[in-house]
Nanobody, 126 residues
Framework: VQLQASGGGLVQAGGSLRLSCAASGRTFSRYSMGWFRQAPGKEREFVAAIRGNGPGTYYSNSVKGRFTASRDNAKNTVYLQMNSLKPEDTAVYYC????????????????????WGQGTLVTVSS
C-alpha cells in the first residue's frame, strides 16, 4: 500500500489542523493505521493509532484529549484532527500502516508498521 500524507502547515498556538493520509489499494480496512512525528533533533515518536475495523483508537499521553484519529474506509483515508496545538507539537508527521489487527501494544511500535507515508510538516508558532 502507498500512503500520502497532507494537511500540514503553519498555525499559531491554540489553533487546529487536520492531517489526512490517503492510501492506495482496495484492502485499506485490513490495515491498522498509525500517526508518528519527529521533531527537529529528536527521535520519531508515536502519536496515535486506529484499528482497521471496529472501535479502537490509541494516543500518546502528550496528545490525548487534544488529537483525534479517525478513518473513512470508503475513501481509503485516515485523519488526525489536532486541536489546542502547542509549539512542542511542531514536527514532521508521518502516517503508517500495519497489517492486520495486532494487539494493542504493537500499535505503539514504529518498527511494526510495514508502510510509511512521506511526512507532512506541522509548525506551531508561539
Amino acid at each position: 500500500v502507498q500512503l500520502q500524507a497532507s494537511g500540514g502547515g503553519l498555525v499559531q498556538a491554540g489553533g487546529s489542523l487536520r492531517l489526512s493520509c490517503a492510501a492506495s489499494g482496495r484492502t485499506f480496512s485490513r490495515y491498522s493505521m498509525g500517526w508518528f512525528r519527529q521533531a527537529p533533533g529528536k527521535e520519531r515518536e508515536f502519536v496515535a493509532a486506529i484499528r482497521g475495523n471496529g472501535p479502537g483508537t490509541y494516543y500518546s499521553n502528550s496528545v490525548k484529549g487534544r488529537f483525534t484519529a479517525s478513518r473513512d474506509n470508503a475513501k481509503n483515508t485516515v485523519y488526525l484532527q489536532m486541536n489546542s496545538l502547542k509549539p512542542e507539537d511542531t514536527a514532521v508527521y508521518y502516517c503508517a500502516a500495519q497489517t492486520g489487527n495486532p494487539i494493542v501494544g504493537l500499535l505503539y511500535l514504529e518498527d511494526k508498521y510495514n508502510y510509511w507515508g512521506q511526512g507532512t510538516l506541522v509548525t506551531v508558532s508561539s
